[in-house]
DNA sequence: CTGCATCCAGGCGGATACTG
DNA sequence: CAGTATCCGCCTGGATGCAG
């Protein structure tokens, strides 16, 4: 969902509704976060960091986020084609909740394996791990 | 989504991924943040709370937070029939993330509205306001 | 390499009516 | 008061193929 299309329903939404429009949905968050641990990425790379991401989705996510102006753009007119992306100033801003949340859900994860007895396969999760939480 | 079912596919999941899965959706972070600025409230005072949310909404949600443990559930069977809400100990460790998230919109909001210069209703801004930003 | 176009399924959430 | 039950539209997101 675009900016502009949210402040016409501005009035009816609240604070915390309008942060979740526009860094909700499947990948918004993730994008952003490995943005930050990362710095500077291409397209490509940043696929391979979602393994489950979609052409479609990507690109549709890295154009929201861009319109409203949380990543930063950056084309090289080669061949091949080549761009960078990078967060935006009002995009870093976001960074620290990301990181409040990433470190609740890390304690989570671990109760939830301890309680529930669950996630053996040790190796994927730390293919996951060393994907995902990087510090 | 409940919270079993995410650990069965945590392994592919990150951190950021499994947080969003849980306090993602329309409504969970808004009922969090309502929870915690007026403590306990019940079923039909949420509702007011949230005008545009449907019972069916409202209680599959609230199902939802408490099958994950984020909110406390607590009945009196009376008649007419009582229940009231309240955060749970895991749910109060993520106001600081949405409050977080809540001071970032105000003031993306405020500026969105003083660049694109929309946002006339100052009345229903008001009444949104003294709903959602009360402090 | 970095996308865009098209088609399609599943599920989130809405509307409405009913109940202990 | 605090929900259930049912039906349904829409939109998110997936799969595939094509293009500059």
């Not at 790379?45 to 979602?50: A, G, K, S």
């Not at 949340?101 to 996630?119: C, R, T």
Request: hydrophobic share 40%.
């Amino acid at each position: 969902m675009k900016k502009d299309e949210l402040l016409t329903q501005a009035n009816q939404l609240c604070a915390v509704d309008y942060a979740f429009k526009r860094i909700g949905g499947k990948y918004k968050a993730r994008i952003l976060w490995y943005l930050d641990m990362r710095g500077v990425l291409r397209y490509g790379e940043l696929r391979r960091t979602l393994p489950d991401i979609t052409t479609k989705m990507l690109t549709q996510t890295l154009r929201e986020l861009e319109e409203d102006k949380l990543i930063l753009r950056k084309m090289y007119h080669e061949v091949p084609a080549k761009v960078e992306y990078s967060l935006s100033e009002t995009g870093q801003e976001l960074i620290p909740f990301i990181a409040h949340l990433h470190a609740w859900a890390k304690k989570q994860i671990e109760m939830d394996a301890l309680s529930v007895g669950k996630v053996k396969d040790e190796r994927t999760a730390a293919v996951c791990k060393s994907v995902c939480d990087t510090e």
